[in-house]
């Protein structure tokens, strides 16, 4: 009968430990990055402007659709600078360290923020700029920009998750967006994992801790 005691305290403080279990980390799921410019950035988005030399933090808003709302705060988290339209970008290779690529512009000026790759991801997050915007940096680069018509200056985060996008040529047409952004391939998982397994682990601690309680009953009516 201590056997069966022994087993039934042991499940119960299994139970307790399945409760306590920690999920996934935050910045795994928004995927929290510091990231430190040298020189000034132009940014766009929801207050686009350009942002001088220093340390800011990135971090997903928004990763339920095909397309994500990126944040870029302050170093202490407290100010909001911008809040950028993105749709997900492939390459053929990961990374362990965060990699931010820009548009090169002519000597002088700002460099243009072009897309965010989070360590151990092969998709990553090409920005998309206001159209106006985008035509003049395609022309500038002599490269394709993502665009929007929406007008990004009052644009609400519910406005951006449903906002058209599209790519410009450095002629200021439409070109499709196949020519910039390259999809995942089918066996890959372009989009992180947010689902949480907490009610699965409720559940499991749920039925470890009955089970606990009745083999504690049995043992004692078996005494």
Known sequence: MKLFKMFASVLCLVALCVFVVPTATADDWNRETV???????????VNAQTLPA????????????NRH???IFS????????????IPNYRL?????????????PT???????????????????????KSRAIELAKETN??????????????????????VEAVAPTGEPIELATLVEPPPLTA????????????????????????????????RAV
Do not use: C, M
């Open 108 to 130: 002088g000026q700002p460099e243009a923020l072009r897309a965010w790759f989070y360590p151990g991801h092969t998709w990553g997050d090409e920005f998309v700029y206001a």
């Open 143 to 164: 490269q394709p920009v993502l665009a929007t018509p929406v007008e990004l200056a009052a644009a609400p985060v519910e406005t951006l998750k449903t906002a058209p």
């Open 69 to 71: 709302i990126v944040q």
């Open 75 to 86: 170093e202490d988290k407290t100010h909001v600078f911008t809040t950028i339209l993105a």
């Open 93 to 105: 290779r990961a990374t362990n360290k965060t990699v931010i690529t820009f548009r090169e512009r």
């Open 35 to 45: 990231v430190t410019f040298s020189g000034p950035v132009e940014v766009p988005g």
């Open 189 to 220: 998982n372009p989009l992180p994992k947010t689902a949480s397994p907490l009610p699965l682990i409720g559940l499991i601690g749920l039925l470890t801790l009955g089970a606990g309680f009745a083999l504690s009953a049995f043992s004692k």
């Open 54 to 65: 220093g340390t800011y933090v990135f971090k997903i808003l928004d990763s339920q659709s």
